[in-house]
């Protein structure tokens, strides 16, 4: 009944760790500055592959946004003209004819630029502004400024 206490291996720093052909904490100022220079280059271009990435979704759900408002319109046109044809006729039966028609014509009017308000807001700049590229631009910034200090 005797028990062997394990013990872990110990870990000790490498003496003739390799890296890029160098031993280990001898690489030199200028290859680590021109190692940086790679990096930022490297991240630069990830950075603008995202941002066209969000650009190009962004302008097809704008695109597609546009394609559903004008197909909708031209429908609702035709459906429209003869509801507001058919409410001039009903309110001449109450008042003049060409009052019935400034009324009716009024409220569509109303009702219309209410419409294009709506809109507008949807098709705001913001949805166009590629957001998770600028959040990781800020992220990579704050890195970098952690890193030289």
Known sequence: MNQETRTPPVRTAPTASREHGREYGAESI????RNLATDVSTLFGKE?????SEVRESVSEV???VGAIATGAAIAMAGL????LSG???LSNVVDPWLAA???GAAALL?????VNAAKK???ESGIVPERMVASAKKDKETFERSIQ
């Open 30 to 33: 200028t290859g680590l500055i």
């Open 48 to 52: 603008m592959a995202l941002a066209k």
């Open 63 to 65: 695109k597609t946004a």
């Open 81 to 84: 003209v003869i509801l507001l």
């Open 88 to 90: 001039v006729y009903g």
């Open 102 to 104: 400034l009324i009716v």
């Open 111 to 115: 009702v219309g630029f209410l419409m």
């Open 122 to 124: 949807k098709m705001s």
